[in-house]
Structure formats: structure tokens, C-alpha cells
């Protein structure tokens, strides 16, 4: 165990934890420490009352001192079990609420983290971080406390009467002891590396189960049940081999040590049989010895393992600070400020950007979307459209070059000033687990219902929303899994639309549209445009018709710009093309 603490990596992580989450608890667990000692010292004062009682009962035979003796072991058992429960108690309140503010700080920190943070973990590893490593925290500090107040001093008690009452006899467990706590560790050690890979298995149980929910059509029209099967038994058996390797190497633990300290206690009695019967040794002192010795086992045990406990809860532990430490991808400027009030002018200054380091998506962009007016962007798909959108909301930064908002620089602007002046309908469309009203109004919180209703109505919604059992307070499952792909994108539009913003982007808001529901939403657009500046990414002629400009995009360039006519023009143009070979009527 001493060799655990000897790594200054894990005495780092143990400071942190101890300073974080053990300090702000102090009162709770100066507390459930005291308590702590008071067991530890009843444990010692019970062992210790055996040898009175020994003497009272075999040799004097007083009948007084027996009721005082029995008074005592009473008073003992009281204190002990009373210390018992407070220290429980209050060693898990702390506890439990280390967990609350472990999860709440875990949470908030991957809120804070830009997109890419999202990329580089998959939702399973995020969901065991945030339950498992939060249990493991307060793990780790329920054994640090507990082992080394409760069970060392408990041990350190019993020890002292050991030694008080039979000097000689103590040196015998003390070397049989350490032999058996010895052999225990040794086995123990192999644990930890079934421990962290249990952690990996886990998530992949979660994961497998995930895809098999949110794919569960194309897992069933494909015929993936036997691939998605054999993937859950592959990470169930897993678990199961690490599970089953964990308990091998503890229960031979148990076992061994039961054996030692069998044989030590027959070694024992056998010596002081002998030196009771041949001897004359009182046999009061002796009892005790021998309880004292018999109480010592269960702490000795628990100490002995408290290295395992500690390192599976430092896998997690590490899992935590992992994320916690991770710099964020992107970052508000310190002396952000919110954006002021202006027209709604965006343009592109030269940017170039890429995911990954190597593929240029955009290069050295320049674009303008005038205040108040409607821009289509058009192409072949992967040419980075949905990337300047991207840029625009500040999902990520350009790699060099600017991103101006009237003029600004968007990195030196908050990002919720930013945001709170876009309105934006993604190409995937999202929906919470809730009702249609929720949804609807997540576009402004505080909207009030005719608002989302009229948003509902302009967006073509509301005919649909009241066809549906409870209307409003219809729940539309996960993702919206019981609308269609239509219903589902006019409830992202009406979101969008009850947002009221000065900047509206459209990541081919239409495509899951049929053809009324999209004339319909055209006819909306033209009012909603109004005043607005809007950004829309679309596969239809009949949208980017209303655009007061048409950008071509192509590999991460603009090869083109104009009004619909203009571009027509160019007998060889790309917009000529898309025309001829792509856009929709
Ligand atoms: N999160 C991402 N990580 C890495 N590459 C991405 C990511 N998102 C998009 N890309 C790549 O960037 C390019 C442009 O994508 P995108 O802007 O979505 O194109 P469009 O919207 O024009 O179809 C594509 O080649 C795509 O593979
Ligand atoms: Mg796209």
C-alpha cells in the first residue's frame, strides 16, 4: 500500500481530490471521524474487558462485579453502535454530495467545450465518465478515510491491548500478520488491470445500445440483429471474463487469509493452554489476548485491501480529471464583449479552415452577406457549406482570417451575444424528449403560447400539431421519433422561426419536405426574410429563387456569384450545371 502512495502521480491526484472534495466537507467528516475513533476505541475497550471478565467469572466469582462488568460490555456496545451509525451517516451524506458536485462540475465543464470536444468522445464514454467517475471520487474518499481511521486505529487499539496483556505471545502474530498481509497484496496487484479495462467495457455495452435505439430502422430493415447481437456479446463476455478475473484474485484472498489466521489462533490457544494449565498463567489476560486477536482479523483484512479499492477508484478518478483538464477548443476572448446593435452584416475575411489538420475545407474565403438580405448558397455536397455556417455560430474557429458580424471580429465577442442573434435550422434535424410545445419553445424560452402557435402556423406546423392526440402536449419521444422526417423539420423551422432573430440560417431546411409543405414554407420565408439576413444552404430552385444573391461553393472556394438570371448566363458555369443536372424544381 505504502508503494501507492509512493507514486507521485497518485499523491497528486489524492492532494487534488483531498483538497476539492474533502475540504468543503471537513465539518462532516471531522465528524464521521470522530465517530470513527470512538469504534476504534470501543473495539480495544471490548477486547480489554475480557480479561475482567475471564477473572471475575473463573476466579473471584464476586456476583457485584459481574453486574458492573456486564454494565460495562453493555455501555461499550451502546457507544459502539451508536458511533457506528453516526459515522455511516455522515460519511455518506459527504459522500453523496461529493458525487452531486463531482457530476455537476463534470457536466459543466463539457458544456463549456467547443464541438471538437464532442468529436473526440463517443456519448457512451461521456455518460460512464459522468456517473462512474463521479461514484469513484467519493470512492476514493470514503476508503482514505475509513481504512486510515477507522481500521487502522481500530488495529492499533487492539494491538495495544495485544501487547499489554501478553507481550510475548503479541510477537507471534506480529510476524505471522505481516506474512499473510504480504501474500494478499501480492495477488491484489494483478486486479488493477482488470479494473481499468472493466471501465472500457461498460462503455461499449452503453454504446452498442445506443446505436441499437437510435438506428433501431435501419438495424431492422437491414437485418444488422445477428451483427448488433454478436457486437452486445462480445462486450457483455468482456465484462463478464474482467469480472470474473477480478473475483478469482479475491476470492483467494479471503480464503488464505482465513487459513492464516486459523492456524495463527490455533498456534495461539494451543500456547496458552499450555500456559494456563502448566504454567499458572491467569487466564483472564490471555482471553483478552485472544479476543483482541480475533477483532483485529476484519480491520487487518480491510486494510490489507484498501490499496485495490484505491486503485479502481483512481481509474476513474484519472477519467474524470482527463476531461476536466482537457483545454478547452475554444474560448470566449477574456475581454470578450457582447455584440452591439447592428444591421446584421456578415463577411468572410480570407478564411481558411479545416476539421483535421490536413484537409484544407475552406481556403482563403472571402464572402459578404449583406444586412437584410437573402444569400443562397449552392454546390455539390462536401464543398463547405454547412461549414460556413458553422463558422458563423462560432462552432469552431478559422484556422486564420475572420469571421466579421458588422464589422467585429466574432472571436472578441461573447459567444451567447453571438448566438442570441442567429436563428438556425440544421440539415440534421434535433428535437428534445418532450412535447411539441417544449421544442417549439426551446427557439425562446420565454415566448408565450400564441407565439409558439404563430410560429407553429408559419412554419405549416400547426395543422399537423393538432391532427396529433393531445396537440401542444404531445410527448414526441427521443429525437421525435414519432413524427416524420416533414414533421420533424417544420418543428426545427417553427423552433427557428419563435427565435426571432436578425440572422436566419437554413442548412437545407426543406429537403425532408414534401412539395405543398415546401411551397407553403416558401411562402413564409418570403415574409420571415423580411428585414432579415438569411443564409440558406438549398438543393431547390424554388428557394434560392428568392435569394438576393446565389453563391456557388465548390471545395471550400465561392467559384461563383450573382442573381439566378446573371449566373444562367454563363454558358459554362458551374451554377449552369447545377442547374441543369441538380437543383430541384
Ligand atoms: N466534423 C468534421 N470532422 C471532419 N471533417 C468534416 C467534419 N464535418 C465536415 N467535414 C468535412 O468537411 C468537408 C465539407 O463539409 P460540409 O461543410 O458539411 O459540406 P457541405 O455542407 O457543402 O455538403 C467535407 O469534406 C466533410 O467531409
Ligand atoms: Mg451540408
Redesign the pocket.
Known sequence: MLKFFRSSANQRLIGRLLSESFRQHAPAYGIAILAMLVVAAMTGASAWIMRDVTNEFVLTKDIEKIYIIAGAVAGIFITKGLATYIQALFLSRAGNSIIAERQRKIYDRILEHG?EFY?SYSSSDLIIRLTQSAQAARTVVDVLVTSFVRDLFSLLGLVAVMVIQQPAMSLFAFVVGPIAIFLVQRLLKRARRYMEMQFLSVSKIVQVMQETVFGVRIVKSFNLESTMRSQMNTAVTDLQHRANSIAAIEAVTSPIMETLAGIAIAGVILVSGYMIVQGGYSPGSIMSFITALLLAYEPAKRLARTRVALETGMVGVRMMYEISDRPLSLEEAPDAKPLKKGPGEIRFEDVSFS??DD?A?LSQLNLVFPAGQMTALV??????????M?LIMRLYDPDSGRVLFDGEDIKHTTLHSLRDRISYVS?DTFLFSDTILYNIRMGRQDATDEEVIEAAKAANAHEFIMATPEGYQTQIGENGVFLSGGQRQRLSIARAMLRRSQVLLL?EATSALDAESEALFRDALEHLKEGRTTIA?AHRLSTVHQANNIIV?EA?KAIEQGTHKELLKRENGAYRKLYDFQLMP
Do not use: F
Not at 379 to 388: A, I, P
Open positions: 464541438i468529436h476539421y483535421r484537409e475545407v454546390g455539390t455536397s462536401g464543398g463547405g457549406k454547412s461549414t460556413v458553422n440539415q442548412d444552404i461553393m471550400g
